[in-house]
């Protein structure tokens, strides 16, 4: 499993990230977000989760 991403992060490597738990599990209804290079994460559904690759 890989870690979890703060929402607002940038710099990330481009590519597909889905919506996780605060320890990094599935979220029932998550969002997927593609970003590019230098692109920042988008907000989460609901405080306290972050994104996973």
């Known amino acids: 499993m890989s870690e ?3 929402p607002g992060t940038d710099n990330q490597q481009p590519g597909e ?3 996780v738990g ?3 599990g599935q979220v029932p209804g998550g969002h997927t977000a593609n970003i590019d ?4 994460l988008p907000p989460t559904s609901k405080k306290g989760n972050g994104w996973s690759k």
Do not use: Q
């Open 4 to 6: 979890v991403i703060k």
């Open 17 to 19: 990230y889905h919506e």
């Open 22 to 24: 605060p320890r990094g």
């Open 37 to 40: 290079a230098g692109d920042r």
